[in-house]
């Protein structure tokens, strides 16, 4: 019998032969032929506000985690369809609540209000099944006396390492009960349609702390256990196409001749539906193109190379500036940008953990000199040099981002460094507000400053007063 092709999202296995998949991902499970699954969303409700005890995701997190949770959803949906079996690893149910899209406005001028509505969302969406979770703890559990004997081998290898933690409700055909209560905590769902099944197993630790080492790596007792785990699972998988071989319908037999009124009825709402579904997937990958260009902004704050230096076009055009990149063949200008105050040259550069050096400086210098030389330009413009230093920490544990000799440098050729950090703050704020005072502030400092840029401070918000408020 051929090697089973089997997965892990949201966790590992120290096993060579175990894919892995992150949970934030857009991968297909199609290409295995057993998934296991662990519904961990942990990622998404840290540094997050709290709204009734819990989480309050902000509307960017919101729709990530949604997103999520359907992709994985229907990935489930299909690969049990397709006669895969799906194993889902019952962990903590973890309540949250998301933006609706939604808010309502009170009160006006400075007394004006935002509501934000929100609703409530928990990682058992993921799973395509009526269950009734209800959060709880225990180790004790038996197997149920129908429904658990293709799980009745895997229960006597991992019942010691097992515990639940949540309780599943009884509108599922259990085959693991609590010792006590008789509470549903695994259900063995299997397709009427095809070969594939889900199953529903209590919570177990895949990262005990004699899975590690001091280093982090792992030991031999997680190899062990991850040959035992997949053995297991492999048997199950085995035992389910065995006893529940479905026949491919063939190909004559789907001849309009043999088709049902019902079925046709139903085709036709299912195009209809599919029609609207790509549509809809349409406008929802405009929305997702528009919120990556909106965001852009962002890229000042820790990127490097042509993200940084597109960047930082966007951000000067906030600014007010006239803006480009020059290349001729001969020379390479990363930004060319000018108003009526004046016109500059900028070069930019991000650092990974140190700060920028003088380096940059002799590549501005010249291509100032190279600028001049063109026929069209009759004075040299201003330097500027754009510095990402210590790109990936965060603000408040950087350094200055330029080095002394920087700085000296700098005076020489009168040229003006720019923190990208800076121009975030300020072109963030003319991205909100339409203030051309404040613009022509930002393009004079540029203009005038040698060294680094220190930006006139953000004006205070005059608009609209927004209340901290989510509504269910």
Not at 166 to 193: E, F, Y
Not at 218 to 244: C, H, M, P, Y
Not at 437 to 452: D, W
Request: proline fraction near 4%; glycine fraction near 4%; aromatic fraction near 8%.
């Amino acid at each position: 019998m051929a090697q089973k092709n089997i997965v892990t999202v949201g966790f590992e296995l120290n096993n060579d032969n175990v894919n892995y998949c992150e949970f934030n991902s857009d991968s297909s499970l199609l290409d295995f032929d057993i998934i296991l699954f662990k519904p961990d969303i942990d990622e998404f409700v840290s540094h997050n506000d709290m709204f009734e005890g819990k989480p309050s995701l902000n509307d960017h997190m919101s729709f990530q985690l949604k997103d999520r949770i359907q992709h994985w959803r229907r990935e489930i949906v299909e690969s049990v369809d397709c006669g895969k079996t799906v194993v889902v690893f019952l962990s903590e149910l973890t309540q949250v609540f998301i933006a609706t899209g939604e808010k309502s406005f009170s009160g006006t001028g400075r007394n004006r209000q935002t509501t934000r509505h929100v609703e409530s969302y928990d990682n058992y969406k993921i799973i395509p099944a009526e269950l009734n979770v209800v959060k709880t703890q225990g180790q004790e559990i038996k197997l149920a006396p129908k429904n658990s004997e293709l799980i009745a081998s895997y229960w006597k290898e991992f019942s010691g390492e097992s515990s639940y933690k949540v309780t599943i409700g009884d509108k599922v055909p259990p085959c693991l009960l609590t010792k006590n209560g008789d509470k549903t905590v695994g259900s063995i769902l299997r397709s009427k349609n095809s070969n594939g099944a889900l199953i529903l197993l209590p919570y177990m630790d895949f990262y005990p702390d004699e899975f590690l080492d001091d280093e982090g790596d792992w030991t031999n007792e997680s190899v062990q256990f991850a040959s035992r785990l997949t053995k297991s699972i492999v048997t199950i998988d085995k035992a389910i196409k065995n006893t529940g071989e479905v026949t491919a319908e063939p190909e004559w037999c789907k001849s309009s001749d043999y088709k049902l009124k019902s079925e046709e009825k139903l085709d036709i709402e299912l195009l209809k539906i599919e029609s609207e579904l790509e549509k809809i997937q349409l406008k929802k990958e405009s929305i997702i193109n528009k919120l990556k260009d909106c965001g852009r902004l962002r890229n000042l704050l820790f990127e490097k190379g042509k993200p940084l230096e597109f960047s930082i076009l966007d951000a000067l055009k906030q600014l007010g500036f006239s803006v480009s990149q020059f290349e001729n063949g001969e020379s390479e200008f990363d930004a060319v940008f000018e108003s009526n105050e004046g016109r500059l040259i900028g070069e930019a550069e991000g650092k990974d953990n140190k700060p920028l050096n003088i380096d940059k400086l002799r590549q501005l210098a010249l291509n100032i000199h190279e600028d001049l030389e063109r026929e069209e330009v009759e004075s040299p413009a201003k330097p500027v040099l754009f510095g990402n230093a210590y790109r990936l920490q965060k603000l408040s544990e950087r350094n200055d981002p330029f080095t002394t000799k920087c700085h000296t440098a700098s005076k020489t050729n009168s040229t003006a460094l720019v923190f990208t950090p800076d121009l975030f703050v300020v072109a963030k704020y003319l991205s909100d507000n339409k203030d051309l005072r404040f613009a022509t502030k930002c393009r004079k400092a540029i203009l005038s400053s040698v060294g680094r840029v220190n930006f006139p401070e953000v004006p205070k918000e005059k608009t609209t007063k927004k209340a901290d408020t989510n509504k269910t």
